[in-house]
């Protein structure tokens, strides 16, 4: 049944291949190693998104922050951040308790959480993970981001039933950009702030600070 299969499947093909130009099959094998060259270029800027940032230590996780704050940083290379650090809780739970007994800081996603970021947040584009949260280069705010604030503010503590962690990740956005501007960002309304505030916000919630990037199960 195989062999016959296959002999079916090539008596079709066959026949449309011997009335193709002459050049045309190996533009078609072209395509075909050039999309695999250019897909695995994109994981490549994946990677580079990640590399060309002092991710190690805790000092150049600050810097990163203070850089997302302070518009040093573009979007897309925000967007790949807070994809690879909010897929890690997805991939990786944290256990409730520490090795030593204690209680784990770390927060854990409810099941609605985990069904927003894997079926509304996460995308891909060629193999590289990201949120669509800041504009792309040359590219405004727009409701596009407005709606993609909105579920990720599902995704912060809440300032009611988890109040300390809530105050905590203002505290330290604060410390980073420092209170005056803190204060006048948010009297004024900046949009940039809005944004770029709820994601450094996110990333300290979500231990970015302390343990980086965390691990992954997929790319």
Not at 54 to 75: A, C, P, Q, T, V
Not at 79 to 100: A, C, H, M
Not at 156 to 170: A, G, H, R, T
Request: with cysteine; aromatic share 10%.
């Amino acid at each position: 049944m195989l062999l016959r299969s296959l002999f079916l499947v090539c008596s079709q093909i066959l026949p449309i291949l011997a009335f193709l130009p002459a050049k045309t099959l190996p533009v078609m094998i072209n395509n075909k190693a050039n999309l695999l060259v250019y897909r695995q270029s994109k994981q490549n800027d994946a990677l580079d998104v990640i590399g060309k940032f002092d991710l190690n230590s805790k000092f150049g996780r600050w810097k990163y922050l203070k850089g997302i704050i302070e518009e040093d940083i573009g979007g897309n290379d925000v967007n790949v951040i807070l994809y690879q650090v909010l897929r890690s809780f997805v991939d990786n739970p944290r256990p409730r308790k520490t090795e030593d007994g204690q209680s784990n800081p770390s927060p854990e996603l409810t099941e609605e959480q985990g069904n927003l970021l894997l079926q509304r947040l996460f995308q891909m584009d060629d193999g590289i993970g990201f949120i669509a949260a800041m504009p792309e280069q040359n590219e405004d705010f727009n409701c596009k981001h407005e709606e993609m604030f909105t579920l990720l503010e599902k995704l912060q503590p809440d300032p009611v039933e988890n109040e300390d962690d809530f105050k905590s990740c203002w505290d330290i956005l604060t410390e980073i950009y420092g209170r005056e501007a803190t204060k006048i960002a948010q009297q004024t309304g900046n949009i940039s702030f809005k944004y770029r505030s709820s994601i450094v916000r996110l990333l300290i919630h979500y231990d970015f600070l302390t343990q980086g990037l965390g691990e992954h199960s997929h790319t």
